[in-house]
């Protein structure tokens, strides 16, 4: 069994250097991401690519502790939308979240393949970067995608040096893939319909 090497080799890297990363560089990777497909080809993604040092360091005031490694970064990619740029269908499906994964999806197998990091964070204020980049009010600030070429582990806390030298963790295919019938037992989702824990009891007969 072989899988295409970027989807393979694509990790959330953490330690990066300050080495720029071009114009052009970026621009291949947003044309990858606007590669992908979407509801109705409503090509829902909006990116701001932040490559100017004062609004860099703007972004970057956003970022809580634990995003410290992100620092270096000499590219930081803003990914908005808005619920009605996509498809709304029945049943909560809202599309303008899943077309924009889709294109962030590309967009990290585009930079593994050019020996780049490109690594998505939640982790940030997201008030105040769409006040320094002018996102409007009204749409949604889906992910902060840290650019930039490989760097040093040991600049990286030992929690995260310990993760980046690690093997990949995921759970066993079963936990999350079944024939022929939904076997799983999650955690029942909170009143609100909220996320459900992340304890997984996953696995039964139909399991793969
Ligand atoms: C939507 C999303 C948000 C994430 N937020 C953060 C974050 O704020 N900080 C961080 O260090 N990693 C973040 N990550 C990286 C994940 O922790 C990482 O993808 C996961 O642990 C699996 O590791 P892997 O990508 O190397 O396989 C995020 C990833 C995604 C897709």
Redesign the pocket.
Known sequence: MTFIPAIETR??R?ALSTAPVSREEVETLLRAAHLAPSCNNSQPWRFVAVDEPAVLAQVKEALPG??YWAKPAPVILAVASRRDLDCMLSDRRDYFLFGCGMAVGNLMIQATSMGLIA?????YKPEQVKIALGIPVDYTLI?LVIVGRPGDPSTLSDKHRAIELGP??RRPLEAVASWNRFEFKDPAANADGGPAPSAHDGAAANAM
């Open positions: 990790r959330a953490r634990g995003n690594h998505p964070i939640a982790g992910t990949r963790d």
